[in-house]
């Protein structure tokens, strides 16, 4: 057993390095008694801007913890400080089980979902095959840095399709509500995967879009070197399924059989939707959200939440998280401190918007997306698609307006809030295609934009009339989560009624974000070893 010692302060100063030191002084212990020690979190207390402070928590390992600890406590005490016993739930995988399998399990989709189901079973000896529509992390790359100079729409290689899925060109944040062993284990991965040691403590782990394909990539390689095989430009286009029971894929380059098949396809998986709904998979609408993006300058961000003190040269950019309460709550998402406004597109004809930034939050301007969530009662009509084709009209009326050029509609925030044009070109960090001007009410559904007319001066009186002061708008924000759900039996994890089909991630309707995504990866990765057993 070991200690967990909490509240642990270093000024924003001063190295981690000295944190073994200040152990050492708040438990009064010699420097060689600390035999182990890591930190468990680390959180930052800003309520005094002048004398901002690092707040720990740590484990530590010392001899003879289990008759000291009284001792120890007490000490701790005087020094504001708190010892408790720490017990660590261990990850564990599930004994093999006993079903046979005919072929190797198949996993649709390279997000994160998708990369740790077939991490996790490769891990395990089940060899994998991955299947991804797009292309590797690489020429993905190159792909969506030509649309961004202006080159062609490639329906398979962009922002949200390709090898990382639409988290690649993010934020990167590795935030999770959920805790225990899955998620460490999930953190775990991440920073072995060229990763960064502190997303397992940090409480706003944050990666960077020019980090994650590195990760991404080395998570690839370790699946292949565990025997599993990934193949590209291999899109499913139908299931064949007999007496409620999965037969095999039809792809792209092929009809291959599969009794098992996990279905990680991503948020924009449009045309799979809809493959799903004509062959009987059950999906139902649920609620998503969608909205706009604000962007605003970085400078002023960082003022707000730093004051006078240029602290950002030690914190780097900040960051914020806002709700304002009304009829339908207006709530920030994705928030990207010095990032980017970028195109959100899946589907040639269509518009959105989204926000990225890279590790260093560099960029002179802030980006957050503004969103509300829309009710099901709210859709398109009352079929399972129904919200799909909300996000689309949307969508369509953005691309119209843009001529064709994926032009970002943009509006200034106060001219949004006075019902009025804005005249001129306002500055933004949207570089493919340019801006145009537009009405930005006429791009969201009528709801979301009473929530914008109801929500923002709250947030604006918040900031003391800073939030509005130079913001701009652009939109629409419509891949914020998915607008249906494919449904899955709790126990078994599988489709109801075929089996061997395992939805999975944030295109499934379990999932909110990179971590959340690989954490469902990983329980269907568990919940198959426990039914199959692994092909000789």
Known sequence: MSLRVSNIRLSVDEPEAALPERLRRVLGLPAADIAHWRILRKSLDARNKGALQFVYSTEITIPDEQARFAQLASQARKRQALVERHVEEPFIMPPVGGQPLSHRPVIIGSGPAGLAAAYFL????????????????????RDVAAFDAGGPFDPESNYLFGEGGAGTFSDGKLTCRGTGPDVRRVLELFAACKGKPSILYDYRPHLGSNRLPAVVKALRQRIEALGGEIRFSCRVEDLDLADGRLRGLNTSSGYLPADVAVLAIGHSARDTYRML?????????????????????????????????????KLGSADYAL???????????????GGHVIPSVSEAGYFGTNGMSLSGRDSPFANSGLVVTVPVEAFDGNDVLAGVRLQQRYEARAYELSRNEYRCPIQRADDFLARRPTRD??????????LVLADIAALVPPLIAEALHHGLPQLDQRWRGRFLAEATLVAPESRGSAPVRIVREDDSRQSPGVVGLYPIGEGAGY????????VDGLRTAKAIVARYARIV
């Open 122 to 141: 490769a891990e395990q000896g089940y060899r994998p095959l991955l299947l991804e529509r797009g292309r590797p992390v690489r020429d993905r790359i």
């Open 277 to 313: 709904v004509e062959r009987g998979v059950p999906l139902v609408p649920k609620p998503f959200q969608m909205g706009v993006r604000i962007e605003q300058s970085q400078e002023a961000v960082n003022r707000v939440k730093y004051g006078a003190t240029r602290l950002e040269e």
């Open 323 to 337: 709700v304002a309460h009304g009829p339908h709550d207006l709530f920030t998402f994705c928030m990207c401190a």
């Open 425 to 434: 070109l306002p500055p933004s960090s949207y570089t493919r295609g340019g």
């Open 511 to 518: 999932a909110g974000g990179i971590v959340s995504a690989a």
